[in-house]
């Protein structure tokens, strides 16, 4: 049961305008929302996170926005880089029975291309 | 603070040997997972320690996987008897708990990528 979905295997932009990223999610219990990029050879590197009390939230030309009633949320990056170009995997924990958010479900990611 | 280092990068083995997995988290970090990726798909949880205890095991995590993390340092991840259905990145992340409620962002290291014959 894919919990967290991307629908979306892959993404291509120009560089400078606007690449959107965008995500689904089942399991409403839910209430962090993180966001990581993996270039090839790397592990994933965090980029922005969002609490399910938030609708928004930005770092620099990262935002991600959260509709809790669509259980959907998006990742923009403004403006795109040709250095943007990764997997960008969308992934959410929920808190356990002790209070603390610890394991993270994660989507099947999207391959973003920026072409300069 | 080099990050979480996982060592080997890349194994090659023949169907039916074990192989091992070390990780090294950041020293700080009291929390330890084991993740597991396959081509197209995203990283799937396989077990987490929180120091030295394993408090969970994905159902992923047959009885030929078994993971440790004496003193709550670094971890290993063995495979006995590996398949070829075992070939895949393995991924070690870190993380702390934070004393107020966060996001429990994870730092994952460059991973393991095991190729079975």
């Given at each position: 049961?894919?919990?967290?979905?991307?629908?979306?295997?892959?993404?291509?932009?120009?560089?400078?305008r606007i690449s959107i990223l965008n995500c689904d999610y089942t399991n409403s219990m839910f209430d962090y929302f993180l966001w990581y990029k993996k270039y090839p050879a790397e592990g994933p590197t965090f980029l922005i996170s969002i609490s399910s009390i938030k609708d928004k939230n930005e770092d620099g030309r990262f935002t991600v926005f959260l509709n809790k009633s669509a259980k959907h949320l998006s990742l923009h990056i403004v403006p795109s880089q040709p250095g943007d170009s990764a997997v960008y995997f969308c992934a959410a924990s929920r808190q356990n029975s002790g209070g603390s958010n610890y394991k993270l479900t994660f989507g099947k990611g999207t391959l973003l291309t920026v072409n300069p | 603070d080099t990050g979480v280092s996982q060592d080997p990068r890349h194994k090659i083995t023949k169907r039916g040997q074990n192989v091992t997995f070390r990780c090294d988290p950041i020293s700080e970090h009291n929390r330890l997972y084991w993740y597991r990726q396959t081509l197209g798909q995203g990283p799937e949880f396989l077990t987490y320690f929180q120091n030295e205890a394993?408090?969970?095991?994905?159902?992923?995590?047959?009885?030929?996987?078994?993971a440790e993390r004496p003193k709550g340092s670094f971890s290993t991840l063995e495979i006995q008897r590996t398949e070829q259905g075992d070939s895949a990145m393995y991924l070690c992340a870190s993380s702390v708990l934070a004393e107020h409620s966060g996001a429990n962002v994870l730092t994952f290291g460059a991973g393991s990528r095991l190729t079975v014959l």
């Open positions: 049961d894919q919990q967290v979905k991307q629908n979306s295997p892959s993404l291509s932009v120009q560089e400078g | 394993q408090l969970e095991k994905s159902r992923l995590l047959s009885d030929r996987f078994s």
